[in-house]
């Protein structure tokens, strides 16, 4: 997240992005790599992710770690900052990325126990999606709802790529368009989601002028939702400029504690998502909001969010995708939130 680039750091940062990452043998016990990035190391077992640095280390439970990392891997490290949780995470800053421990923890910074690294993205993300691919067994799938896949425990047994290979959809202009991103059918290998058998899946009438055949379109955003076979996992739908429109469906809880590093519009399209905020420089919580279906919330750039659906719901998320914009907030330039009342 750009302002929290002014965030003390009881380390240095370094000055030239790392490079060096290292794949490392196959544990004779658990069946799983490791894996290494500059001073970080990453090993698995039967039911932890296990993260160690120069003058720390930190346990994750391996559903947690995986979960998270799949989003930052399908992400492309996202907008601003990923948390996997109130510890480890990565920030980006487009074509480089830090990865830290404790460096948003007050509790880390405060002790002098937090821990960053900056590596050049092209380094780092080749590393997260091998380690992605190893530690994932054949029953589990990290996109998936809780009650749609099988458990990551115990050593290594197969590998699910098909699922953590999916490519995010990003259309060039809108859903459906001509040569653009298909709309999901059950044809293309997109039947309707459990959750949403009542959604209707009529298809918009459009009836152009001839010639504009290619430039008037329209399709049923309910019907697409219905039918994504992931969650939490925003993809851009239609594009104006730098003004993104990127849909979800979300089932169980947001993986990641996401600090953005401009603001972020959700609209809730339908059912009920509950949000945790948090201060995005320290994780202490600032508020919980309780979005309803036809609610619209502004998240500013200063904060870090979560979100819980017990029904799988369909939120909008509208995103500035200018690349101005984490420098104009970091300078003061342009504020956290879109309104001051």
Request: proline share 7%; aromatic share 12%.
């Amino acid at each position: 997240m750009a302002m929290l680039e002014q965030a003390p750091s009881a380390r240095p940062q370094n000055s030239t992005a790392l490079t060096h990452t290292e794949i490392l043998p196959i544990d004779n016990q658990t069946g799983y790599r490791g894996f290494q990035a500059g001073s970080f190391t990453f090993k698995r077992d039967e039911y932890f992710a296990r993260i160690e640095w120069p003058g720390g280390n930190y346990t994750m439970p391996i559903d947690l770690f995986l979960r998270a990392l799949m989003r930052d891997v399908a992400w492309g490290f996202f907008y601003g900052t990923v948390n996997f949780d109130d510890v480890i995470g990565t920030v980006n800053h487009y074509g480089e990325v830090t990865l830290f421990a404790g460096r948003f923890n007050d509790a880390y910074r405060n002790a002098g126990r937090d821990f960053s690294e900056r590596f050049a993205s092209e380094a780092l993300m080749p590393l997260f999606k091998a380690m992605i691919s190893d530690w994932t067994n054949a029953s589990f799938d990290p996109f998936a709802a809780p009650m749609e896949t099988g458990t990551p425990w115990g050593s290594k047994n197969g590998n699910n790529d098909e699922a953590v290979t999916r490519t995010r959809v990003a259309a060039r202009r809108m859903v459906g368009l001509p040569g653009d991103t298909p709309v999901r059918t059950d044809d293309n290998g997109f039947p309707q989601n459990r959750m949403f058998a009542d959604v209707p899946s009529d298809r918009p009438l459009v009836e152009a002028e001839p010639g504009f055949e290619g430039e008037v379109s329209a399709y049923n955003l309910f019907d697409y939702l219905s039918r994504s076979d992931v969650t939490w996992n925003p993809s851009v739908c239609s594009v104006v400029g730098d003004s993104l429109f990127c849909p979800t469906s979300e089932e169980f809880s947001l993986p990641v504690d996401h600090g953005n590093d401009r603001c972020e519009w959700f609209i809730t399209l339908s059912d009920e998502i509950q949000w945790d905020i948090k201060d995005g420089l320290s994780g202490k919580p600032r508020a919980r909001v309780i979005a309803k279906a036809g609610d619209v919330s502004c998240m500013p750039a200063d904060i870090r969010h979560k979100g819980h659906a017990d029904k799988r719901a369909m939120l909008l998320v509208w995103e500035n995708a200018s690349p101005k914009l984490p420098g104009l907030i970091a300078s003061g330039q342009a504020p956290n939130v879109s309104v001051s009342f």
